[in-house]
């Protein structure tokens, strides 16, 4: 089961977020051999969704992900749902985080 964690996103500007991924005991969980992906959309039954950039260090059990300036400077402020999706080597899927993004609105325009 993943677990949920709420984000902040500010529009406009770069985000990024490292998540520390454990298994049911709190042992780190070995991503070698994984593949990362990571969207975030307005409602679940939405058709457009943002696509993070998404990386992980393998043994250490850690997941980066990240949105360029570029692309939070298009969303509408408010709230968002998003997830985080491992896949096996072999295919097998395994969701590891969920959550609300709330993007913040920017004032600055430069």
């Known amino acids: 089961m993943a677990i949920k964690a709420n984000i902040v996103i500010d529009q406009g500007t770069d985000f990024s977020a490292l998540i520390d991924v454990e298994t049911a005991s709190g042992v780190v969980f070995n991503l070698q051999g994984y593949t990362v992906a990571a969207q975030m959309r307005k409602t679940y039954t939405s058709s457009t969704a943002s696509n993070f950039t998404c990386s992980h260090n393998g043994v250490l059990g850690q997941i980066s992900i990240s ?34 993004a709330t993007v913040t609105a920017g004032i600055t325009r430069t």
């Open 67 to 100: 949105l360029d300036s570029s692309v939070t400077e298009v969303l509408d402020p408010g709230r968002y749902l998003y997830d985080i999706e491992i896949t096996s080597g072999g295919g097998g899927k395994s969701r590891v985080v969920q959550g609300t």
